[in-house]
Nanobody
C-alpha cells in the first residue's frame, strides 16, 4: 500500500522559512512526478510546485523566487523549501505522487505564517 507522509509544517513568522518533506512508502514501479499543492480556508486547492521524473520543475507564480522543490530519489522523498514566507502562504499543504495508474495524496500538513 502506497502512503505519503508530510512533515515539517508549523507556525512561522513572516519572512521566515520552512522545509516540508514528503516521504513515500510502499512499492511503486513508475513515478511520473511529485508535487506540492495547498488549500487555504475558503479557497480551492492550488498547485505550489511539481517535479517530473526527469527532474524538470514547475513553480506557481506565487512561489517563484521564494520556493524550491527538490527530491531524493533514493529515499523516495520530495522536499519543498519555502523562504520569505508571507501570511498569504498560510494553508494546508498536500503532497502528491503521480503514476501511470493513479494519483496518490498525503494527508496534508498545516503551515501558518503569522506574527
Amino acid at each position: 500500500q502506497v502512503q505519503l507522509v508530510e512533515s515539517g509544517g508549523g507556525l512561522v513568522q513572516p519572512g521566515g522559512s520552512l522545509r516540508l518533506s514528503c516521504a513515500v512508502s510502499g512499492s511503486i514501479s513508475i513515478i511520473n512526478g511529485m508535487g506540492w499543492y495547498r488549500q487555504a480556508p475558503g479557497k480551492q486547492r492550488e498547485l505550489v510546485a511539481r517535479i517530473r521524473s526527469g527532474g524538470s520543475t514547475d513553480l506557481a507564480d506565487s512561489g517563484k523566487g521564494r520556493f524550491t522543490i527538490s527530491r531524493d530519489n533514493a529515499k523516495n522523498t520530495v522536499f519543498l523549501q519555502m523562504n520569505s514566507l508571507k501570511p498569504e502562504d498560510t494553508a494546508v499543504y498536500y503532497c502528491n505522487l503521480i503514476t501511470p495508474f493513479r494519483v496518490y495524496w498525503g494527508q496534508g500538513i498545516q503551515v501558518t505564517v503569522s506574527s
